[in-house]
Antibody, heavy 120, light 108 residues
Framework: QVQLVESGGGVVQPGGSLRLSCAAS????????MHWVRQAPGKGLEWVAF????????YYADSVKGRFTISRDNSKNTLYLQMNSLRAEDTAVYYC?????????????WGQGTLVTVSS | DIQMTQSPSSLSASVGDRVTITCRAS??????LNWYQQKPGKAPKLLIY???SLQSGVPSRFSGSGSGTDFTLTISSLQPEDFATYYC??????????FGQGTKLEIK
């Protein structure tokens, strides 16, 4: 069965950096696009970033463009989100989510999330 | 970006009730509309995709309809496990997949 397990969250000071990981299993990771979606405490869902199956195309929300980098290692079945220049408003639970073999935006599977807290 | 507006923001209902949640897009999105259910402390779960297709394993009491700018999610007979927050999401504007603000369904 499809399983997505995020890790790497924690408390970081404003301006700091953090790298999130999402370990995938139960499907052929290298053939699916992947997303990061976040949810601030008590708030709704915000799409953050997407990467194509081969890592050659990446897209970002305006709110994180230039600060966050999505990447993947298909040999390790792992998705990453490098977050730099973190701000208080980046505080959220970050979820990785699986798309289809072509980019559909239909998020059929989600991880359990990892909490990032940006605070001094 | 395409804005998604859900109504109501919250809703109280009883077990066995028929419930409808509405989602409106700021421009036409054809049928590129998905619905998710989220319970407290849990990840969202896909219920309906492309407006009316039921995700595998989701009970048939859930249904979706609509096209263009107006969409609905209907639960035909509420069960105790259905009390949750529901989100719509447009997948028309690749890849800026915006979500609605959510509808919290509570027990009356």
């Amino acid at each position: 069965q499809v399983q997505l397990v995020e890790s790497g969250g924690g408390v970081v000071q404003p301006g700091g950096s953090l790298r999130l990981s999402c370990a995938a299993s139960g499907f052929t990771f290298s053939t699916y696009g992947m997303h990061w979606v976040r949810q601030a405490p008590g708030k709704g869902l915000e799409w953050v970033a997407f990467i194509h199956y081969d890592g050659n195309n990446k897209y970002y929300a305006d709110s994180v463009k230039g600060r966050f980098t999505i990447s993947r290692d298909n040999s390790k079945n792992t998705l990453y989100l490098q977050m730099n220049s973190l701000r208080a408003e980046d505080t959220a639970v970050y979820y990785c989510a699986k798309d289809g073999m072509v980019m559909t935006g239909i998020l059929g599977y989600w991880g359990q999330g990892t909490l990032v807290t940006v605070s001094s | 970006d395409i804005q998604m507006t859900q109504s109501p923001s919250s809703l109280s209902a009883s077990v066995g009730d028929r419930v409808t949640i509405t989602c409106r897009a700021s421009q036409s999105i054809s049928s590129y509309l998905n619905w998710y259910q989220q319970k407290p402390g849990k990840a969202p779960k896909l219920l309906i995709y492309t407006a009316s297709s039921l995700q595998s394993g989701v009970p048939s009491r859930f249904s979706g309809s609509g096209s263009g700018t107006d969409f609905t999610l209907t639960i035909s007979s509420l069960q105790p496990e259905d009390f949750a927050t529901y989100y719509c999401q447009q997948s028309y504007s690749t890849p800026r997949y915006t979500f609605g603000q959510g509808t919290k369904l509570e027990i009356k």
